[in-house]
């Protein structure tokens, strides 16, 4: 998240011709990244946009992908942005790319596109390890250990990782179930008291079960 | 959604079960894979990435290590004196498959090859080698002459502490030895020749006649994944050019290649062998070979 940052240290230094940013459409920060290429381009530096297709799924499953021409268009829009360098394995890949380049116009229906992880909830499965959750849970549930064991099972399907990473939490009895509405907000929008909730039957599979 | 969830524990719990042991390493965190060196402090607890973050710590070369199913690196860093340093990286992937995939998209084709893990390789400042699931990454600074030996020590307490036997992935042992040169065995998890729709293919270069021609080995998930794969590409290919078939090999011109010579192409079970090639009967005679290990390791039938 420091690329404003680094770009401005890049400006100030005086040394560079070129700064190779990330940049995309899902960046929390991108108004602040934007600021600072067009800080850089104006003096002087070139840009080349790196990371534009935002990780290429919505969904840490992979199960639905981004637009990518959409999402190669809305950076190359910004008129400060020299370059970019989105990489290609399939020559279908690659057509896309040499599509953007004969029309880079991003037209209202890709814009929307663009918008579909708001329109369709969808969020991610693996935690950022950002922290902010820390401290939010009224009855001191141990968050961040408990959604990283929730990753284990989930993500990586690897229980014997999820039942060890859970009782480092140290909560065999979890105040969730009894508890009013959960007040732990997270950055990444997860459902924080039903990952828990999940995750906790975790403690009734069986060691036999785990090799 | 109870039954689902359900059948979804019960699934993942036989698999485990499935699994061998070298597959599952440690638990939970790696700590434990790195160890104390003699004359060596470790600077900290490991450094954490998920694949969320991989491009954190290396940047582009993250979507590489994500398409072999990689699930977390642990890196620790160790100290010596004022300048002496070393990193040691492990990359946990899903399965012996994906580690040995992007260790052999990383390994060099001619290089000093080690008995470290499974197999690793040392250059100056840097061994590599993978085990199991696990893909590590040794690099050491200002280590003068003690470069070598170093690194060796230190990757090979980390091959101890993964434990398990040395094993490559089986279907690789269905390449056939004669003119297979050397450490081009790999593995490619996602778009192979350039196609998505084509996937998870082992790949050797043979020397034949002085020209270099990789053999390719594309494992489905299952027989109907890899006719799939088959289908789509011999339709692809009928769309712009005939199709010829003698002995069950497909013989097409590939359309968005210029080489010059048609693939060579055949299903067997869940996997789909070809090879670029103008001799028809030779690249037959590879084919069988192929076809003829597989059933050897009862791969296929």
Same mark, same amino acid.
Request: aromatic residues 4%; neutral net charge.
């Given at each position: 998240m420091n690329e404003p940052e680094v770009i401005r240290a890049a400006i100030a230094s005086g040394a560079y011709n070129v700064v190779l940013t990330a940049y995309n459409f899902r960046q929390p920060h991108a108004a602040e990244v934007e600021k600072a290429i067009d800080e850089a381009a104006k003096a002087g530096l070139g840009i080349i946009a790196m990371k534009t297709q935002a990780g290429v799924y919505w969904d840490s499953e992979r199960q639905h992908p981004i637009n990518m021409k959409?999402? *190669?268009?809305?950076? *190359?829009?910004?008129?400060?942005?020299?370059?970019?360098?989105p990489g290609f394995t399939t020559f279908e890949q690659m057509e896309i790319d040499l599509s953007v380049m004969e029309d880079s116009t991003l037209t209202p229906a890709e814009e929307l596109d663009l918008k579909e992880d708001q329109q369709m909830g969808r969020r991610g499965l693996y935690c950022d390890h950002c922290s902010k959750c820390t401290g939010q849970c009224p009855h001191g549930v141990e968050i961040p250990t408990l959604v990283r064991s929730y990753m284990y099972a989930y993500g990586y399907r690897n229980l014997a990782a999820a039942k060890e990473t859970f009782e480092l939490a140290g909560m065999t009895d979890l105040p969730c179930a009894g508890c009013g509405e959960?007040?732990?907000?997270?950055?990444m929008g997860f459902d924080v008291k039903k990952r828990i909730g999940d995750i906790a039957r975790i403690q009734n599979v069986a060691d036999d079960f785990i090799v | 959604m109870r039954v689902k969830t359900t059948l979804f524990w019960t699934a993942v719990a036989a698999a485990l079960c499935l699994v061998p042991p070298t597959a599952l390493g440690a638990p939970g965190g790696m700590t434990e894979f790195f160890p104390d060196l003699d004359g060596w402090t470790k600077e900290d607890d490991p450094e954490l990435y998920s694949p969320d973050n991989l491009f954190e710590y290396i940047d582009g070369a993250a979507d590489v290590y994500l398409s072999y199913a990689f699930e977390e690196l642990a890196m620790v860093s160790y100290v010596s004196g004022e300048k002496r340093s070393l990193t040691v990286e492990i990359y946990r992937h899903r399965d012996l498959r994906d580690a040995f995939g992007i260790y052999s998209q990383e390994r060099p084709q001619k290089g000093n090859f080690v008995a470290i893990g499974t197999e690793g390789y040392y250059d100056k400042g840097v061994l590599n080698f993978f085990h199991g699931r696990y893909y590590v990454k040794v690099t050491g600074f200002y280590l003068g002459e003690d470069d070598e030996r170093t690194l060796t020590k230190?990757?090979?307490?980390?091959a101890k502490? *993964?434990?398990?036997?040395?094993?490559?992935p089986e279907a690789l042992a269905c390449f056939p030895p004669e003119g297979k040169i050397a450490h081009t065995e790999c593995f490619l998890a996602l778009d192979v020749l350039g196609y998505g729709f084509l996937h998870s293919a082992y790949a050797a270069d043979y020397d034949i006649d002085g020209s270099t021609t990789r053999v390719f080995l594309i494992e489905g998930k299952d027989e109907s994944d890899a006719q799939k794969m088959f289908d789509g590409y011999v339709g692809l290919?009928?769309?712009s050019g005939p199709v010829v078939v003698e002995n069950g090999i497909y013989r097409f011109d590939d359309p968005l290649r210029s080489s010059g010579e048609p693939m060579n192409l055949r299903i067997a079970g869940r996997f789909v062998c070809g090879l670029f090639m103008s001799d028809a009967a030779r690249a037959g005679a590879t084919?069988?070979?192929?076809?003829?290990?597989?059933?050897?390791?009862? *791969?296929?039938?």
């Open positions: 959409a999402a *190669l268009k809305w950076v *190359l829009r910004n008129e400060n942005v020299h370059t970019a360098v959960c007040p732990v907000e997270c950055p | 230190a990757a090979g307490e980390v502490r *993964l434990g398990g036997e040395p094993v490559f290919a009928g769309k084919i069988e070979a192929i076809e003829k290990n597989l059933r050897a390791h009862r *791969l296929i039938e």
